[in-house]
């Protein structure tokens, strides 16, 4: 059985063999009454296992009021652009495959034959005003199979590159009937020294890797970080006076607040989608133990007994069941049980280990890690998705080490972390659900820990 104080200088999973675990239950926030849209078309994206055929899109560089080119204006259509790429639904075509220039469109109108021969689905165009601080975008998209207008929309915002996220959230609504992700915020780990000195620090930026900002100072370990279901604050780990207890931050203040002493260590902690509660462990006499906090009054509820490791509790959207890492079978695999504690069943079975359960915020899935023994190669490790009722198991990326699995408020991609080997830094990727496409979220220095926020709640 693994040793508690593990945590200490690895992480708050003791089941996992580097860094720690990762997820939030999110929700979508209303953006404003001119981002929120209610959709009423059919999805026009299938995807099945996998197989996606990314849909060819001609996004015509922005200009400004009067049709012309503006530098600002062409950056914001590069980000609602690369957006969508992102997203791997999405085939952003070169502007030198264009039938028709922006200036012939101008004149007279959309030919939709000769966008039809050059197998284009949408196209998309767009004008940038500005007033004092204000940014505003007026876009328009175009379906090149059903020759329609299809979205018509005006975005306004003080930070033009979260106005151009909430651009692309909007198109990426419309076309697929999903809530967008691309307006929302990555907290992360960044490893500080080296050695006995090692500290880590909390780091905060654009999903895609762009405004990365520190969050807290150098000088202690910290780990593990997860958003609130609001988005503006997080909880984590922090190794204080020599022990590891859980704290809450205000993102917009940067205070850290100790939820209290305990009389072991605290750690693995995740927010409800509903209450005003987090769900931890506790150690008691080298065993862990989940416990539930009412952030309102204080009041620590224990959930499970401290007779074995258990760890990496995850809320069901509803918050009415925890997914669970626990040892008490002798191996580390999942378990579900009810939020009072109470109808403990187990999910997976078998010789290889489960851990980092994170409840996806659809409801119908559960992303966890798995490191398996394979003959003559040793372990693997594996990101994988399953039912909540144990079944449909399937790989959705592998690798020397993957761990850390964190999904989208939309439930269609996760991160995780990645190491190639033990002489590569540890980086985030993303993915979709069926495991495609699997890109590289860039950083400039080694990032773990990933935890992604639901929808920004404003464009300022």
């Not at 945590?7 to 063999?17: M, Q």
């Not at 059903?146 to 915002?157: A, D, F, N, P, R």
């Not at 590159?161 to 959230?169: E, F, I, L, Q, T």
């Not at 769900?279 to 007779?307: C, P």
Request: with cysteine; hydrophobic share 35%.
């Amino acid at each position: 059985m693994f040793s508690i104080g593990i945590l200490c200088s690895i992480n708050s999973n003791v089941f996992s063999s580097s860094k720690n675990p990762k997820g939030v239950v999110q929700k979508t926030p209303k953006i404003s009454t001119s981002y929120a849209k209610t959709f009423d078309k059919p999805k026009r994206i299938q995807i099945t296992r996998g197989v996606i055929r990314a849909e060819p899109i001609a996004v015509f560089d922005f200009t400004n009021d009067q049709n012309g080119p503006d530098k600002d204006a062409e950056e914001i259509s590069n980000i609602v652009s690369n957006d969508l790429k992102n997203s791997g639904l999405f085939a952003p075509m070169a502007s030198n495959s264009f039938p028709q220039v922006f200036s012939e469109i101008i004149r007279t109108s959309l030919n939709f034959a000769l966008w039809q021969k050059a197998s284009t689905r949408f196209v998309l165009m767009g004008r940038v005003s500005k007033r004092f601080s204000t940014t505003t975008v007026h876009f328009y998209l175009y379906d090149v199979l059903t020759k329609q207008k299809i979205l018509s929309k005006e975005v306004s915002g003080r930070n033009s590159r979260k106005v151009a996220h909430a651009v692309a959230d909007l198109i990426y609504s419309r076309i697929t009937n999903e809530a967008g992700f691309f307006n929302t915020k990555i907290v992360y780990a960044k490893p500080i020294g080296v050695g006995r000195k090692k500290t880590t620090q909390l780091w905060i930026m654009d999903y895609d890797g762009h405004h990365p900002k520190p969050l807290t100072d150098q000088k202690h370990l910290v780990l593990t970080p997860r958003f609130s279901p609001t988005g503006k604050d997080i909880a984590y780990l922090k190794v204080h006076n020599g022990k590891a207890e859980v704290f809450v931050m205000n993102l917009k203040t940067k205070r850290g607040e100790h939820l209290g002493e305990f009389e072991g260590m605290s750690f693995a902690p995740r927010y409800s989608p509903v209450r005003n509660e987090i769900v931890m462990s506790l150690t008691k006499d080298g065993k862990s133990a989940i416990y539930k906090m009412n952030l309102d009054n204080r009041v620590l509820t224990r959930l499970t007994k401290h007779v074995s490791i258990d760890t990496s509790p995850c809320f069901s959207p509803d918050g009415g069941q925890i997914v669970f890492t626990s040892d008490r079978a002798g191996r580390e695999h999942i378990y579900i049980m009810n939020s009072d504690g109470s109808d403990v069943r187990r999910l997976t079975f078998g010789a290889d280990k489960y851990s980092q359960p994170v409840w996806s915020p659809r409801g119908d899935l559960i992303a966890f890690t798995k490191q398996a023994r394979i003959p003559g190669e040793g372990s693997k490790f594996y990101i994988g998705v399953m039912g909540i009722d144990g079944t449909g198991e399937r790989m959705i990326a592998d690798g020397w080490l993957v761990e850390e699995p964190c999904w989208s408020g939309n439930g269609r991609y996760l991160i995780f972390t990645k190491q190639v080997s033990v002489r590569q830094q540890t980086r985030l990727y993303m993915v979709d659900l069926t495991g495609y496409n699997q890109q590289w979220i860039k950083t400039k220095t080694a990032a773990y820990n990933g935890t992604w926020s639901p929808l920004v709640d404003s464009l300022d």
